[in-house]
C-alpha cells in the first residue's frame, strides 16, 4: 500500500528502528533513484563522453556544469507551491509536479541520445533541458519528503533516499561507462531514459501529503505569498540576525563536497592512469555502496544524537577526506590506493548526508516546503558548484594537488561558524524537539 502521510505538525520522537521501517522510508527509497539517475548524466558520466570527443578541460568543467541549475531551484521553486498542474490535477500538488518533472528528464535525455556532442550547441541546450527538469524533480521530491514524516524521522527518510540515489548513481556511473565500454553513448543514455519507467510507477503510485494550503484569492496575493512571503517568513522567525548567520553558514559548509564531485573529478582519474571500466567499478559501484553506508550511519546518528551535533563531526571529516587525493597522486594507477582513497570519501560524505538535510527541514515552514527547502539546499550547493565550474582552470593553473588543499582550507570558514551557532542550535537540537518548521 502506498505510504499515508503524517500531517503537519509539532515533530515527535522515533525510535531509530520505526525510522528505518515506516513505509514512508521505502517510498523515499523509490523517489531517491529517480533523483539521483539524471544527475551523474549532466556531470561526471557526461564529462567522460565530451572528453572522448576531443573537448578541452576548462570547456568540459563548463558544460558539466550543467548541475549549477540546481543551484538556482529556488528561482521557480514557488511554482510547486502554489500552483496545481491542471493536466495532473488528480495526481495532487507534490505528484503532479513529480510527474511533469520526470517526463522533462526522460525528454531531455532522448534528446541528448540523438543529438550527440558533434552539434554541441543543441545538445548543450538538450543538458540543460535534463539538468532543469531534474532540479525540479529534487524541489518536488524534497518537499514531499518534508511534507511525509516529522522532523525527527527526517534522518532516516533521507539514509533510505539515498540508498536509492546512490544505487541510480551506480546506474548512472558505473553501469553507464561499462555499457559505454561495449556500446556508443548514444545507446546509453537511451537505455538511461528507460530506466525512468521505474521513477514514474512510483510517482503514480505513491499517497499525496495531507497538508492544509492556503489558497490566495487574488493575483496580487498570490504573488506575496508565493514569492515575498517564503523569505520574509523565515526572517520574521529566526530574526535578522540569526537568519543571516544560519544562511552563511548554510553557503559554506558543503565547498569541500560540491568541488569534487564535478566534471573535474573524471578527467582527475583518467589523468592518474587508471581505465574507464577501474573507474566504474571502484567509485561508481564499490564506493556508492560504501557512501549508502555512511548515509545509514548518519541517519542513525541524526536520529540517535539529533541533527546539529552529526553535522559538524561529519563536515570535518569530509573536509579532512580530501586531503587522502595527495596520496593518489603521490601514486598513479594504484588500485588499492583508489580503493582506499574512494573508501573514506564516500563513508565520510555519506555520513554528511542526513544531518544536511535534517537540519535543512527543521528551518522549513510547511507553508512554504518547496520555496524555502529549495532556497536552503540551493544555498548549499551554490558556492561549491560554482568552483567547480571554474574548477578545470583552476586545477590546469595550480595542478590538482594544490587544488584539492584548496576544497581543505575552504571547510575553516564553516567551521568556525558552526562553533558560533552552538548556543542557538547545539543545546537543544532540532531533531530533538522540533522547530519553527510546522
Excluded at 543514455?189 to 512510483?202: D, G, H
Excluded at 484569492?217 to 529566526?238: C, K, L, N, Q, T
Aim: net charge positive.
Amino acid at each position: 500500500m502506498p505510504n499515508k502521510p503524517v500531517p503537519a505538525g509539532k515533530p515527535a520522537k522515533v525510535s531509530v528502528w520505526h525510522a528505518f521501517t515506516q513505509p514512508a522510508a521505502w517510498t523515499m527509497f523509490l523517489l531517491g533513484f529517480s533523483s539521483g539517475l539524471p544527475f551523474l548524466l549532466v556531470a561526471g558520466t557526461l564529462a567522460y563522453w565530451l572528453k572522448e570527443k576531443g573537448i578541452e578541460l576548462k570547456d568540459i568543467t563548463m558544460i558539466a556544469s550543467a548541475g549549477l541549475t540546481y543551484a538556482f531551484k529556488f528561482l521557480w521553486a514557488p511554482l510547486l507551491d502554489h500552483w496545481r498542474l491542471p493536466v495532473f490535477c488528480r495526481l495532487g500538488q507534490r505528484r503532479g509536479w513529480l510527474l511533469l518533472a520526470q517526463l522533462g528528464v526522460v525528454v531531455g535525455l532522448v534528446g541528448m541520445a540523438l543529438l550527440t556532442p558533434t552539434q554541441l550547441g543543441p545538445f548543450v541546450a538538450a543538458t540543460l533541458v535534463v539538468a532543469f527538469f531534474g532540479a525540479t524533480q529534487d524541489i518536488a521530491v524534497d518537499a514531499y519528503r518534508i511534507e511525509i514524516a516529522p522532523v525527527a524521522a527526517q534522518g532516516a527518510l533521507v539514509a533510505t533516499y539515498a540508498l536509492g540515489y546512490r544505487i541510480a548513481l551506480i546506474v548512472a556511473g558505473a553501469v553507464a561507462l561499462i555499457l559505454a565500454d561495449h556500446m556508443v553513448w548514444q545507446r546509453v543514455y537511451l537505455i538511461m531514459a528507460v530506466a525512468m519507467i521505474v521513477p514514474i510507477a512510483t510517482t503514480l503510485w505513491a499517497a499525496e501529503p495531507q497538508v492544509t494550503r492556503v489558497r490566495p484569492h487574488s493575483w496580487g496575493e498570490a504573488m506575496r505569498e508565493s514569492v515575498i512571503e517564503p523569505f520574509a517568513d523565515f526572517f520574521r522567525r529566526y530574526g535578522w540576525h540569526l537568519a543571516g548567520v544560519t544562511l552563511l553558514f548554510i553557503l559554506l559548509f558543503k565547498i569541500p563536497e560540491q568541488a569534487t564531485i564535478g566534471g573535474v573529478m573524471s578527467p582527475f582519474y583518467r589523468d592518474m592512469g587508471f581505465t574507464k571500466t577501474q573507474i566504474g567499478t571502484i567509485t561508481k559501484i564499490y564506493g556508492i555502496w560504501i557512501g549508502i553506508l555512511g548515509a545509514f550511519v548518519g541517519g542513525a546518528a541524526v536520529a540517535r544524537w539529533g541533527a546539529w551535533r552529526t553535522l559538524g563531526v561529519s563536515i570535518v571529516l569530509a573536509g579532512i577526506s580530501n586531503l587522502l587525493y595527495l596520496w593518489l597522486i603521490g601514486h598513479p594507477g594504484n588500485l588499492l590506493v583508489l580503493t582506499l582513497v574512494i573508501s573514506s570519501d564516500n563513508f565520510t560524505l555519506g555520513v554528511l548526508g542526513p544531518p544536511t538535510v535534517a537540519f535543512l527541514s527543521s528551518l522549513v515552514n510547511r507553508q512554504h516546503t518547496a520555496t524555502q527547502y529549495a532556497l536552503l539546499s540551493s544555498m548549499v550547493n551554490l558556492p561549491g558548484k560554482l568552483l567547480g565550474f571554474f574548477a578545470g582552470g583552476i586545477a590546469e593553473a595550480t595542478g590538482y594537488g594544490s587544488f584539492f588543499i584548496l576544497t581543505v582550507v575552504s571547510v575553516l570558514p564553516a567551521g568556525l561558524l558552526f562553533l558560533y551557532l552552538w548556543r542557538w542550535f547545539g543545546r537543544q537540537d532540532p531533531a530533538d524537539e522540533g522547530s519553527a518548521a510546522s
